[in-house]
Every structure is written in C-alpha cells, then in structure tokens.
C-alpha cells in the first residue's frame, strides 16, 4: 500500500517554472513505477511523464517534451515534476501515480495505476 500526496502548484506566467513534488509513504515505494498526470477541465485525464523504478528510463508525452523533467528520489520517496516554460495549455490538476507490477509499454495508460495522489492544481496565466 502506497500513499501519494502532490505539493507544489500554483498560479504562474506564460514561461515562468515549477516543481511539483509527489511525497510517497509505504513500504517498497523505490520499487514501484511512477507516473505524472493532468487532467483540465472538461477533458479526460492524460499522461505527462513516466519513470522506472531505478530512474533507467524516462518517457514523456510529445507535448512536454524538453520543457518538463521526472526524476524521483527512492531514499527520501519523493517524485518530482520539473515545469519549465510554461504555457496556458498546461493549466489542469496534475497527479502522480504508482504501481507496482507496471510494464514500461504501459506506463502512458492511467487505468493501470493502482495508486493516485489528490492531485495539485497548476495555472497558467496568460
């Protein structure tokens, strides 16, 4: 059992940064596969970016790509999210996940995380 808290949203400029954080308590967090999501109004939940257990491998969805970094810390059990250039279409409540048993092709599908935060609500303003 893993219980997932994110911190570190706000309301920002066009081009400003953020970090989000995702705090995990639970046995065997540095095992697990982690994801971040965001979900805008009026629009389905989508993934942003994905990471190994042992950081080996980062993936990102197109639309971030080179703007947003995952890195994770197994010995504190932190997720993290780095925003830089941010633009208003990135405005949502973003949530990190985590599961246990997920393979790298599915790290992009939500319905197969087990566990969410409550998510931390992002907003860009133009």
């Known amino acids: 059992q893993v219980q997932l808290v994110e911190s570190g949203g706000g309301l920002v400029q066009v081009g400003a940064s953020l970090r989000l954080s995702c705090a995990a308590s639970?046995?065997?967090?540095?095992?697990?596969?982690m994801g971040w999501f965001r979900q805008a109004p009026g629009k389905e939940r989508e993934f942003v970016a994905g990471i190994r257990w042992s950081s080996a491998n980062t993936r990102y969805d197109e639309s971030v790509k080179g703007r947003f970094t995952i890195s994770r810390d197994n010995v504190k059990n932190m997720l993290y999210l780095q925003m830089n250039s941010l633009q208003p279409d990135d405005t949502a409540v973003y949530f990190c996940?985590?599961?246990?048993?997920?393979?790298?092709?599915?790290?992009?599908?939500?319905?197969?995380?087990?566990?969410w935060g409550q998510g931390t609500q992002v907003t860009v303003s133009s």
């Open positions: 996940a985590a599961d246990p048993r997920l393979i790298w092709s599915s790290i992009p599908q939500p319905l197969q995380y087990d566990y």
């Open positions: 639970g046995d065997n967090f540095r095992t697990y596969s």
